[in-house]
């Protein structure tokens, strides 16, 4: 499973597809002042290993930096070049996940079925990543969790906001990778740090809510 110590105390995942190189380090700074510690960077996004190495260099040694849309081993290898530790796929492809863990890194794959998120399990992933969350209700997750290992760490992914967070969390979530509605080009550093505490203070108080019942 993923390391505690990344998932907590704050298991939430900024997802930057299409950040450009030029507004990595200032963004990743917003996010990570916020609490986050955990930053992925799509690779199609413009110029993908660049923002990964520019993150790594600037914050490497606090937060763990990665890439999702990972579709090769190959691109598992240049991200790991780039200074990236985490690999996140949309898909469930084993040969990728090995790879990731061959090469020392975390792996959170992308997984729709509960058949997928076993085949994950089975060659090594990290946690599961659930996408798209549209398509798994809260409802839906609430079943994978009756049959997964209870260890398992699920992390939602897609149409994450602040307002369904409760239902996936009460379903069994772990935490969230959380896209547009935290970070998307043209937001400016302070749009961006504003939806960054405020997705830090809703976790907190979900969080809190939950060990309180």
């Not at 990595?24 to 992925?40: N, P, Q, R, S, Y």
């Not at 799509?42 to 606090?62: H, Q, T, V, Y």
């Not at 290992?149 to 992914?157: D, N």
């Amino acid at each position: 499973m993923m390391q505690t110590n990344w998932l907590e105390p704050l298991p939430l995942v900024a997802i930057l597809r299409g950040l450009s190189p030029d507004e990595a380090v200032a963004i990743g700074d917003a996010l990570i002042t916020a609490g986050f510690h955990i930053l992925e960077v799509p690779l199609n996004s413009p110029e993908p290993l660049e923002s990964i190495r520019r993150l790594s260099d600037a914050f490497g040694k606090d937060c763990l930096v990665g890439a999702g849309t990972v579709m090769t081993p190959d691109a598992v290898a240049e991200v790991a070049q780039a200074g990236g530790r985490l690999i996140v796929t949309p898909h469930t492809d084993p040969a990728v996940i090995v790879a990731a863990k061959t090469a020392g890194m975390l792996c959170t794959p992308g997984t729709a079925t509960p058949s997928e998120a076993f085949a994950a399990l089975r060659a090594g992933a990290d946690a599961i990543k659930v996408f798209p969350a549209e398509q798994v209700t809260p409802k839906v997750l609430r079943a994978w969790r009756a049959v997964l290992p209870p260890q398992t760490a699920i992390l939602p992914v897609g149409g994450i906001t602040l307002q369904n967070m409760a239902e996936y969390l009460h379903a069994g979530a772990t935490g969230f990778g959380i896209g547009s509605a935290l970070y998307k080009p043209g937001k400016s550093v302070d749009e961006v740090a504003r939806a960054a505490h405020d997705f830090v203070h809703r976790w907190k108080f979900l969080a809190t809510a939950r060990s309180h019942a």
